[in-house]
């Protein structure tokens, strides 16, 4: 499966919060509001999500199979790291 990414917003002030992203699945599929978060062992891809009425939060998509999982992963975090921390203006 061909996935690409775009960093839409470097958020450098929002803790630990470090940018959000769009990714597009085979030219066909787009899914927006991919975080990206500072964690102990370094940056880590999230997918979208949604608070429940219970006030936990739930994935609104995400990838099936654990291959899927790991390109978007390196993808995102590739196209992350490549931008540095160059202001992108959140949309």
């Known amino acids: 499966m061909k996935v690409t990414a775009k960093i839409v917003a470097h958020l450098s002030d929002e803790g630990r919060l470090k ?3 769009t990714v597009c699945l085979n030219n066909e599929f787009l899914i927006t ?15 979208p999500s949604r608070k429940t009425n219970a006030g936990d939060y739930r994935d609104i998509c ?23 921390e160059e202001t992108v203006p959140a949309e």
Do not use: N, W
């Open 19 to 21: 940018a959000i992203a």
């Open 33 to 47: 509001g991919v975080r990206i978060v500072e964690c102990e062992k370094g940056p880590c891809v999230f997918m």
């Open 62 to 84: 995400f990838p099936i199979t654990p291959e899927l999982h790991g390109q978007i992963k390196d993808t995102v975090l590739e196209v992350y790291h490549s931008q540095g």
